[in-house]
């Protein structure tokens, strides 16, 4: 096709001599003497290109024999992409889009496209998202704040030879087959997705499948790829996860990101650029149960005789199944009956029919074991069950009960490094092999302590929460669980001994937890263990540390000692506000008092703005900031530039600033030009917090913006952002004034601590 091509637009030339013809003895021609070729001249009237432009006055190969062919390089395709179009007469051939002068799967900064598009001037262009008009983006030098695009979404730029861009967005979305419909009565094969039809002879019902769309419309299908049978085990906000080893990062179209929860086993399904765009809970899963209980009833015949089994399934979930009688050995009721309670305390094999009519098979080589010893430690494949050493991998199932009777409940764990420690010399547990195997398939654990090696930082110097409901009485506290910002539920107030002693003011960070209560994941209070604080452990906690030194280089000084700071260490904030955020390394400061995790010698957790003592926890501004004391706003405007705290407030201005004098900035400037709109912005590590507008500053010289950052909730601020209500959270704050007309007037940072 492509030598087609070229041989379509090439240049046609004849030779004013065509030279003479030297036959070697080998046979070989060569032709000498020859004039250089000349290029066939042309009007352009007769030119295949219908764009005044790029129009020439030389014939080409099509010119001369397909004259109806022609070109429109003015075109664009269906998702407004610059495109070729080719039509013989008035029959079109195809539109093609041009390559893009740059393109992104990801988010994509003004000031990154500024550079890669080489650009010279600020420019705003329209954008064109899924074929339909999506508004401007302007591209400017430098300008890293405003972005385009996310994960898996195309953002392709093109260039025009006058500098002219043209931004178009692609979106990728998934969704899974619901309908074929066969050609039929010259209508092509079609298949429906999401309630959109697409013509195509690919795809099966219940296929899950990528598409693009243009203005309303499917454009592209493929398959989406799968990875089957992946378990969870870190989740990282709502950016990424790992599985299986494996780091993935979401999709900006991913909707069930609630779905990825650790010890979840999923199957992933995979954008074209390798972003997860959908989660199912993997079919991967084996189909085995441990029995709990069982039942029967004889019919007044013997064909109405019903047979139960009380199922505890692999995802923790407890049934009540229907057994089918012919899995059953005997030939009676009486004899069915007892061998299905002979499989009480088994692990079966189980599959159901549609009528939900469950088949078992016992695979287990004996029922629960009693009253033995059960020594199961997590992150370590060996375990001891009595007096035998069994061996688990990463897909062992470990289905683990606490409670009995009415009150018992269930929780399932995947993996010998999810499975909490397990250790009793009198618990009970029945286990299931695969034939052949020393790893087991599935392990049933009863009447044992699961504790579990964690990462749990409590907000307990914030008074619990007193939650009843119609089962239990709990506290709940704000906290940071292995990584996810959450909360915990506590059977009783966390106290600094037990079962008598004071409620703590301080927080608290632990390594050990044991439920009380595992089914509603509520913790034994009592049983919880705190990180140790033994410097020569492996894994400990460095509690209340001041920060000597900031982060630099990966190296970090805490309490004048200085550490490695892993590449994945996890940060973060507690704020004035007792709420937990997650947090930067740059907002950790020196002077800053910080709780640390070190693993292996290096700094693994960082949580700053903790609450160490019941001392004074009121925030305060610091940083690049001045402290004055003036008694009029127009002493404020004999001030320098820059940002400053007053000792008290103005007594002509008190009745317009709100909270108290040490918790309000004023940040001064001086413009150049009059009737200007000047622009107050400020931002934290997450972005802009507040921006305050004035359209017509009114004069040249000394003015200020005055703005509450702490205090009390709510705020009262004129602007807009996060602190127009809320106060500012611990961390490094970046402030600018801008003027429409003289650019950038003064700029700086700040601290809250």
């Known amino acids: 096709a492509q030598m087609a091509f070229q041989t379509l637009t090439a240049d046609t030339v004849y030779y004013t001599n065509k030279g003479t013809t030297v036959i070697g003895s080998d046979g070989m021609q060569v032709i000498v003497g020859a004039s250089a070729p000349v290029k066939v001249a042309n009007s352009t009237t007769d030119d295949y290109r219908t764009v005044k432009g790029d129009k020439d006055e030389v014939q080409q190969f099509c010119e001369k024999y397909f004259s109806d062919l022609t070109l429109n390089s003015n075109n664009h395709d269906d998702f407004g992409r610059p495109s070729d179009q080719w039509k013989n007469g008035t029959k079109e051939i195809g539109t093609y889009a041009s390559t893009a002068d740059a393109s992104y799967s990801e988010k994509v900064s003004s000031k990154t496209l500024y550079s890669d598009l080489g650009l010279d001037k600020t420019t705003t262009v ?34 025009d030879n006058d500098d002219n861009v043209t931004l178009v967005v692609i979106n990728t979305y998934v969704g899974e087959i619901s309908k074929v419909t066969a050609a039929k009565d010259g209508d092509d094969r079609y298949v429906t997705v999401d309630g959109k039809k697409f013509e195509t002879e690919s795809f099966e019902k219940d296929d899950v499948v990528l598409y693009t769309m243009a203005d309303g419309e499917i454009q592209t299908m493929t398959l989406a790829e799968v990875v089957e049978g992946v378990e969870v085990t870190k989740t990282t906000g709502d950016s990424s996860f790992v599985a299986d080893g494996e780091t993935y990062k979401y999709s900006a179209k991913m909707s069930n990101k609630g779905d990825v929860k650790v010890d979840s086993v999923l199957d992933l399904y995979l954008d074209s650029y390798g972003y997860v765009i959908k989660v199912d809970v993997s079919k991967a899963s084996s189909d085995y149960a441990y029995v709990v209980n069982t039942g029967a009833d004889e019919g007044r015949y013997d064909d109405e005789s019903s047979y139960y089994a009380k199922l505890l399934l692999a995802d923790g979930t407890v049934v009540e199944a229907e057994v089918d009688e012919d899995c059953l050995s005997g030939s009676n009721f009486s004899a069915k009956e007892t061998a299905l309670k002979n499989m009480r305390g088994y692990i079966v094999e189980y599959s159901k029919n549609s009528k939900d009519i469950y088949t078992i098979k016992g695979v287990s080589t004996s029922g629960l074991a009693e009253n033995k010893k059960v020594e199961i430690n997590k992150g370590e494949s060996a375990m001891t ?9 990463s897909k062992t199932v470990f289905l683990v009960q606490t409670g009995t009777g009415s009150k018992a409940t269930y929780k399932s764990y995947t993996g010998y490094a999810n499975v909490p420690d397990l250790k009793d010399n009198s618990g009970n547990f029945v286990y299931y092999c695969k034939s052949g195997s020393t790893v087991a398939t599935m392990v049933f654990i009863s009447d044992v302590s699961a504790s579990s090696d964690d990462i749990v930082y409590v907000l307990s110097s914030k008074a619990g929460t007193k939650v009843k409901d119609s089962d239990n009485t709990y506290y709940e506290y704000k906290a940071v669980v292995n990584g996810e910002i959450t909360t915990v539920k506590m059977d009783e107030e966390l106290k600094d001994s037990y079962p008598s002693g004071n409620v703590l003011k301080t927080d608290i960070l632990l390594n050990v937890i044991a439920y009380a209560d595992a ?9 919880c263990e705190e990180y140790s604080k033994v410097t020569t452990d492996d894994t400990y906690q460095l509690p209340g540390v001041e920060v000597k030194a900031e982060a630099e280089d990966g190296i970090i000084d805490l309490g004048g000692k200085s550490y490695a700071v892993s590449d994945d260490v996890e940060v973060y904030a507690v704020t004035k506000g007792k709420k937990i955020e997650t947090g930067s390394l740059s907002d950790v400061e020196k002077g800053m008092t910080v709780t640390a995790i070190v693993k292996n010698g290096e700094i693994v957790t960082i949580f700053y703005g903790s609450t160490t003592s019941s001392g004074n926890d009121k925030a305060e501004i610091a940083g690049d900031v001045t402290t004055e004391n003036i008694a009029s706003k127009n002493e404020l405007l004999f001030l320098d530039n820059g940002a400053y705290v007053l000792e008290s407030t103005p007594n002509d201005i008190a009745s317009d600033v709100h909270g108290e004098a040490n918790e309000n900035m004023y940040f001064v400037f001086r413009t150049k030009t009059a009737n200007d ?77």
């Open 385 to 393: 069950l009595d007096t035998k050493t069994v061996y688990a991998n």
């Open 677 to 753: 709109k000047v622009i107050l912005t400020i931002k934290g590590s997450k972005g802009t917090v507040y921006t305050e507008t004035v359209n017509d500053i009114g004069s040249v010289g000394p003015h200020y913006f005055y703005v509450q950052v702490i205090g009390e909730k709510p705020l009262i601020n004129a602007g807009d952002g996060s602190i127009k209500t809320e106060p500012l959270t611990s961390g490094k704050y970046t402030w600018s004034i801008k003027s429409t007309g003289d650019g950038t007037l003064v700029e700086g940072t700040f601290t809250i601590r």
């Open 126 to 159: 329209d954008v064109t998202e899924d074929g339909k008009a999506n508004g401007t983006f302007t591209i400017e030098k430098g300008n890293s704040d405003d972005e385009l695009g996310g994960n898996g979404v195309l953002v392709e730029a093109f260039v």
């Open 519 to 527: 089914e509603n994941e509520i913790l034994d209070a009592s049983a």
